[in-house]
């Protein structure tokens, strides 16, 4: 169900809305997600500049790397933002959410809400859909023409947006893919235990509820880690999969680069470190901040470590926010990997999941 127009749609209270609190709903998103496509073949979805908006949080790992498809696309004068602070998120259950500045001024980095003027991102949850009753999660692109959600899954518009405006764009940017046809299949098999293990293993790890539970998920995040270290090697770089950047790189970065700054510590997933244990990580890493437009200028660390530090009471209760690393990331980048030692983590349950990875 759709609405339009300037008015906000009444909020039920909390009490009225359930919402999902454990970490496995955390982490596989709403049920209630939008999965529409912009495309000028299936509709009512059409591309054109200015027609959508993308609502972000900085912090996000899933919005970042929708984020940075933007950015490589060539999308960022098509599609606008709007920027969601980076704390208060809301109670346990997730209520009232995420919350725009009042002026930009408030919280830098963040924006108002630039269509509608909201004051939390639920109102313009409320506004697809005033009976919606499931989480409040970024990334989502919003349709001002039909006045309602287009689509709210990061996997889905990480993978859209690099095929949906090829026909309003200039050759150098509609010929960009992240999918290319001959690693279609490697891509495919790689992304899906990066996703599992790292990408959503170092949640499941960090909101572990018990001793048990933090001592199992932890372990397959650093034999993802101590996989992707070798590929790297391996494959040549200065990409994962070789000379082509691919989603793969992207999934990863969006986790890799939160790592030291805020994993580490706020999670837990301490058994090593990128910039120590995983040179050719951290090269890679290096390589794709400073020199790969679109990475770093989506990457901000003050929210990410404001996010997770100041949003999370159950696992800080004392919001405080630790100031290092220091610098955040290095620079120096060593384009000859063959200079680079092969690092990892070489706990041997690490190593037994590990060698299950393909």
């Known amino acids: ?212 539970a933090y001592d199992q998920n932890i372990l397959p995040v650093f034999a993802a880690l101590n996989r992707l270290e070798k590929m790297i090697h391996d494959n040549g770089g200065p990409y994962i999969l070789g000379q082509a950047l691919t989603e793969v790189d992207v999934m990863v970065y969006a986790t890799v680069i939160r790592f030291d700054v805020v994993y580490v510590q706020h999670f837990k997933v301490n058994l090593g470190t990128i910039r120590h244990d995983y040179p050719q990580l951290y090269n890679w890493l290096k390589n794709l901040f400073w020199n790969v437009k679109g990475f770093r200028e989506t990457t901000d660390f003050k929210h990410i470590k404001e996010n997770y530090t100041k949003s999370h009471g159950d696992i800080n209760p004392r919001a405080i926010t630790p100031r290092g690393p220091w610098p955040d990331i290095e620079s120096g980048y060593e384009s000859n990997l063959k200079q680079v030692r092969i690092g990892g983590v070489l706990m041997p349950e690490v190593i037994e999941l590990e060698a299950s990875l393909a």
Request: proline fraction near 8%; charge should be negative.
């Open 1 to 212: 169900m759709s609405t339009s127009g300037t008015s906000e749609p009444s909020v039920a209270a909390p009490e009225q809305r359930p919402r999902p609190s454990t970490v496995q709903e955390h982490l596989a998103g709403s049920s209630e997600s939008w999965h529409g496509k912009v495309s000028s073949k299936t509709g009512p979805y059409q591309p054109q500049a200015g027609r959508y908006h993308l609502y972000v949080g900085l912090f996000c790992p899933f919005a970042h790397r929708v984020n940075i498809v933007r950015h490589l696309k060539g999308l960022t004068e098509a599609i606008d933002v709007s920027i969601v602070r980076a704390y208060p998120k809301g109670d346990a259950k997730g209520w009232p959410g995420w919350r725009f500045p009042k002026d930009e001024a408030e919280y830098p980095g963040s924006t108002v809400d630039k269509v509608f003027r909201s004051e939390y991102l639920h109102q313009v949850y409320f506004r697809a859909d005033p009976d919606y009753k499931g989480r409040y999660s970024v990334p989502v692109l919003w349709d001002i023409e039909t006045g309602t959600m287009v689509n709210n899954e990061s996997l889905e518009l990480m993978r859209d947006l690099q095929t949906s405006f090829d026909e309003i764009l200039p050759p150098s940017y509609a010929q960009v893919t992240l999918y290319p046809e001959a690693l279609r299949d490697r891509i495919d098999q790689v992304a899906a235990w990066v996703q599992r293990d790292l990408n959503t293993g170092v949640y499941k790890a960090g909101f572990a509820e018990s001793q048990e």
